[in-house]
């Protein structure tokens, strides 16, 4: 806890919460699967948020990303409580400053690549033309320069979980909050999806809290947090 | 197949709503169905007893042909010879006026041996006396209740200046003899009585005979051979058909093929659904070892479910409503004819399968279709898929459409089955274009759109085109809106028919007793007539190439002077001296000219016929020499008029109508004349009709054919709304996910809102668009299916009906918006997002 207190007060913090709890009515019982959670990710990091199923950890991701409330306690993005913004200013913080990747990619199937990839921007009133060299620098990244006008089913999950992770990435956001983005894809292209993580991670300075339950995909972030129970384990570092 | 019999069950009352609308989709088709196919007999049945009834069990009616100046006669005078009736009625008639509640009524007083009249089932009195004394009269129960009279009340006559005095003896039901009463007042007395009036004695206008069925025409043979003063008619033939019976059964069965389609394409559009949303349970089913036979088994088992409840509802509600219905179109029921509902076996087996089976078949290839994916895509595949773009159903599409234009175009002689299947060709083409037309006004919009900033509103935009479950949306709103415009059009091209095209060429018609010259010389001169035309009408049917078509031929002895006299008669081109040189010349309509491509000089040959079209006895198709063409719009909506020189008609062609048009001179007014005329002729069996009783009744036989359509269009248009509505909140659920991804990606619910809205209102101008190019060619189309069922008028696309469908959509989609809105505020995102 010292160290964790420790590396806080170095660098300013990109997320944090404070006594995070989140329940869930079950018939007449109240179930707790996030318990009294406090954590801070500094910017840069690279956490990979580990536990067994049940354990809470994707509850914990949504509630760092403003999707869901918690039942008490904070959580502070950049030192703003998001819980007390209204839905239209999560929604731009979601937009603007988190990217969200999921287990099952879900893009929207009716769009091109590249639409899906530009969805964040036009609904940020910015037109998508502006957007056209980040666009293709992103597309060059990802590795789907030459496919980005086809449909997300025209794409294997590998090349989809790309597609995801370029609409995450589309307008510079701080932090990145990924779902077990490689839960549904085999190894190798497992590997080469935690690759780009990692490289956007230290190329682009960009922090990435994933959920996963495979231990080589938390070795390529910094910090690992294993949760049970909805509580917070020890958290460990990785030296790299 | 317990568990599974169980788990169809169970989803049906799980998913409450939607079964609901499946439930009453079904339950109405199967209504509308039994309900439109048992109307035409009933009618047909409650008209011809009314007819029949009028007469009660006599099938003959005698009359004397009055050319001595008049209408009575002896009893002994009529020659019966050999014959010895089953019953026999000597009836005498007059008329006169009283006032009843202050109003002044019309009265026919019918003179008359009441016990016999009893017995022949013309009257039946339920309260008072049958037998008369010399100044007592039966009423009607109408005239009783309408007027309160009751046995003992005296009522006055006034019968030009003097007056007579009657006491209400006894009450019948308003049948036999009464059916003729309508609004007027209809006294049954003593003949003597009558013939006090007139200053008479023992003296009969006409005789009501009962003879044996089997004997009816060799009686009527030598009735005529041995009365030649007088008429013999059988009773059908004495009075004309009463109604188009097969303008109201095409019109009927017009209105139950809409309906089945909307049904169909509702059922068709829930199936759809109801299989997406079911995929995931039936790869359960399949991943724990139920092969697709199974599978594809259960699905339709459930359809077949659905079907049996739906329609077990439908007859049980369709046999509770089937008086009520009947009872909209009788037409008569005002005047107190009731309405002979009977239920058909067949038809109700034919619509109880219809409603069992029909869910089950327009499932069934859908069925087949979605089981045959491969178990994983059945297991993992979600509803939200792009909407495909097939090159072939686009090709098809193109093709039906252009077949649709071919069948118009091939077909010249207005063939119905062409028509129907012209029409039928434009709504499939229609469907199978949809999500071509609506890409392209999705990418036209979206050009319009491209400055705007607002994502969501382009996002919206682009769904309609790209998303199945809003084309999908959008493919059935249009078609229940052409289904309707369709109707509309009809409805309105009929009516304005009626009102306005008819030419008001006369003020009075009436039918003339066979060979009776001398009343129509009489009526001419008449007080207050100006202007007169006889016209003698008879039947007549041509093959013409290959093709039957049926002539209504007068006789004309000048043609200008018929031309002078008809408004609605114009003469487009005339070949006097063929008209004048061929004794067999005949001037045709051009509707029918262009229709058979005939040219003057051409010849065609008629063959006489009756009114039941079976040729005249002893005739034989006459060979007629095409010498003018005409427009006769403004005269007859059939436009099958064929006009030919008198002599030459009175020795080939049979005169089943002898009438007479009449002017009213300026200070007299039609029903003046035709109270005269009928106060005059009152025993002579006249059918007096002024223009506006006959538009009146022309109206009113529409109107009560259109307000019948109206509602059973109006349950099609409840289907059509189910459907939509369902469609729009099932596919709110089945878009929940969507929802969610948007939300947590990029977009608050208010945007998520905005789209919805962009949605519904690109939605709107895409059925405006559609609608309107739709609407103007199903128009053209359409045209051909009326001229079909001989409605030979202008259908023109009416902008105010058009406008009126596209508000009741707008008004629709909103109220469904506001649905959708108040549900994506309360959607929990996080529960459509899958994580653990």
């Known amino acids: 806890m010292n160290r964790e207190l420790g590396r806080h007060e170095e660098m300013a913090s990109m997320i944090r919460t404070e006594k995070l709890c989140k329940s869930f009515k079950v018939g007449s019982n109240d179930i707790a699967v996030i318990n009294d959670v406090d954590i801070t990710i500094d910017s840069g990091d690279f956490v990979s948020i580990m536990g067994p199923s049940g354990s809470g950890k994707s509850t914990l991701l949504y509630l760092l990303g403003g999707i869901d409330e918690p039942t008490s306690g904070r959580v502070f993005f950049q030192e703003k409580d998001i819980n007390q913004m209204k839905d239209k200013e999560k929604s731009r913080l979601r937009r603007t400053s988190m990217g969200f990747v999921f287990q099952f990619y879900n893009l929207v199937q009716n769009l091109t690549v590249e639409e899906n990839i530009l969805l964040p921007v036009t609904m940020d009133r910015k037109k998508p033309a502006d957007y056209h060299e980040q666009l293709n620098e992103i597309l060059e990244i990802v590795g789907l320069s030459e496919r980005r006008n086809y449909t997300p089913r025209e794409l294997s999950g590998g090349q989809q979980q790309r597609v995801a992770i370029a609409r995450a990435l589309i307008l510079n956001p701080a932090l990145i909050l990924a779902d077990e983005p490689i839960g549904n894809l085999d190894s190798k292209t497992g590997t080469e999806i935690m690759e780009l993580f990692y490289r956007i991670n230290k190329e682009k300075g960009i922090t990435i809290v994933q959920v996963t339950h495979s231990e080589e995909a938390a070795e390529y972030g910094n910090r690992l947090i294993r949760m049970k129970d909805g509580m917070v384990q020890e958290p460990v570092f990785i030296s790299k | ?836």
């Open chain 2, 1 to 836: 197949m317990k568990i599974i019999m169980k788990h169809v069950i169970k989803n049906i009352f799980e998913k409450k709503l939607r079964s609901a609308i499946v439930l009453l989709t079904i339950l109405l088709s199967t209504l509308v169905l039994f309900i439109g196919l048992s109307l035409n007999p009933i009618i047909n049945e409650t008209y011809s007893s009314m007819l029949q009834g009028s007469y009660g069990n006599a099938n003959l009616v005698v009359n004397k042909n009055a050319d001595d100046g008049s209408p009575f006669y002896e009893t002994s005078e009529l020659d019966l010879g050999e014959l010895t009736p089953l019953n026999q009625l000597d009836l005498i008639q007059a008329s006169g006026k009283t006032k009843l509640h202050e109003d002044e009524k019309t009265v026919s007083i019918y003179g008359l041996d009441t016990e016999m009249a009893t017995e022949m089932d013309l009257i039946d009195v339920i309260t008072g006396e049958v037998k008369l004394d010399h100044d007592t009269v039966i009423i009607s129960q109408r005239a009783a209740l309408d007027y309160s009279l009751e046995i003992g009340d005296r009522l006055e006559v006034t019968r030009g200046n003097d007056t007579y005095e009657f006491v209400v003896g006894g009450v019948s039901k308003p049948d036999g003899l009464f059916h003729s009463e309508k609004g007027n007042l209809l006294l049954i007395t003593d003949s003597q009585k009558v013939n006090d009036m007139y200053g008479i004695s023992s003296m009969v206008a006409s005789t009501l005979l009962q003879v044996p069925a089997e004997e009816l025409d060799s009686v009527i043979t030598s009735l005529r051979e041995g009365n030649k003063h007088f008429a013999v008619q059988k009773i059908n033939d004495a009075e004309t058909i009463l109604r188009d019976e097969q303008t109201f059964q095409m019109v009927m069965m017009l209105s139950i093929i809409i309906i089945v389609l909307i049904s169909a394409y509702v059922i068709s559009s829930l199936t759809k659904l109801i299989i997406t949303e079911r995929l995931p349970v039936m790869g359960t089913f399949r991943s724990v070892g139920a092969h697709k036979g199974m599978m594809n088994r259960v699905l339709f088992l459930e359809f077949f479910v659905y079907g049996v409840i739906g329609s077990v509802f439908g007859m049980v509600l369709a046999v509770i409503l089937l008086p009520y219905a009947a009872d909209v179109f009788n037409e008569y029921k005002e005047y107190g004819v009731e309405t002979i509902v009977t239920y058909d076996v067949v038809y109700l087996l034919t619509a109880l399968l219809f409603g069992m089976l029909f869910p089950a078949f327009i499932s069934f290839f859908r069925i087949l279709k979605a089981n045959r994916k491969p178990l994983k895509e059945v297991l993992f595949d979600t509803s939200f898929t792009p909407e495909k773009r097939s090159k072939w159903t686009v090709i098809l599409g193109i093709l039906f459409l252009a077949l649709s234009f071919l069948l118009y175009f091939l077909n010249k002689y207005d063939g119905i089955l062409l028509a129907i299947l012209s029409l039928l060709l434009l709504f499939i083409s229609v469907v199978m274009l949809m999500p071509t037309l609506l890409n392209g006004i999705s990418n036209i919009m979206q050009m319009i759109m491209r400055s705007s900033s607002s994502g969501e509103l382009k996002l919206g935009i682009k769904n309609i085109a790209g998303n199945k479950i809003v084309a999908n949306n959008v493919s059935m709103i249009m078609v229940v809106f052409l289904l309707l415009l369709m109707v509309g059009i009809s409805s309105a091209g009929i009516d304005r028919y009626v009102t306005n095209t008819l030419k008001k060429d006369f003020d009075i018609t009436l039918s003339l007793p066979s060979n009776n010259q001398a009343i129509a010389n009489e009526i001419k001169e008449m007080d207050g007539v100006s202007a007169s035309y006889e016209q003698f009408i008879s039947l007549g049917t041509s093959t013409l190439n290959n093709v039957e078509a049926s002539f209504v031929i007068q006789g004309v002895h000048d043609f200008m002077e018929m031309d002078d006299f008809f408004e609605g008669i114009t003469y487009v081109d005339i070949d006097k001296d063929k008209l004048t040189s061929h004794k067999n010349a005949i001037i045709l309509d051009e509707y029918m000219t262009k229709k058979y491509n005939l040219s003057i000089g051409d010849s065609i040959e008629i063959q006489p016929v009756d009114l039941n079209n079976e040729p005249i006895e002893h005739s034989k198709p006459m060979e007629m020499i095409v010498s003018g063409t005409m427009d006769s719009s403004g005269f007859s909506s059939s436009r099958n008029s064929a006009f030919i020189p008198q002599p030459f008609f009175e020795a080939y062609f049979a005169g089943i109508f002898h009438e007479l048009i009449l002017r009213v001179e300026n200070g007299y007014t039609a029903d003046e004349v035709k109270e005269s005329i009928t106060d005059t002729y009152i025993n002579h069996d006249l059918e007096v009709v002024t223009f506006d009783e006959m538009l009146g009744s022309q109206k009113a036989t529409i109107d009560t054919l259109i307000d019948g359509i109206t509602m059973i269009i109006g349950l099609g248009m409840v289907v059509g709304i189910l459907g939509i509505s369902n469609n729009l909140m099932v596919s709110f659920n089945q878009r929940k996910k969507e929802y969610a991804i948007l939300y947590s990606v990029c977009m608050s619910k208010g945007q998520i809102v905005r789209m919805l809205l962009s949605e519904m209102l690109t939605t709107f101008l895409a059925v405006v668009i559609i609608g309107l190019f739709g609407g103007i060619a199903l128009n053209i189309l359409l045209t051909k299916l009326l001229y079909a069922i001989g409605m030979q008028t202008e259908f023109d696309f009416t902008f105010g009906l058009f406008g009126l469908l596209c508000l009741v959509v707008i008004i629709l989609l909103s109220l469904s918006s506001l649905s959708l809105v108040r549900k994506v505020f309360k959607l929990n995102m996080i529960k459509e997002l899958r994580y653990e």
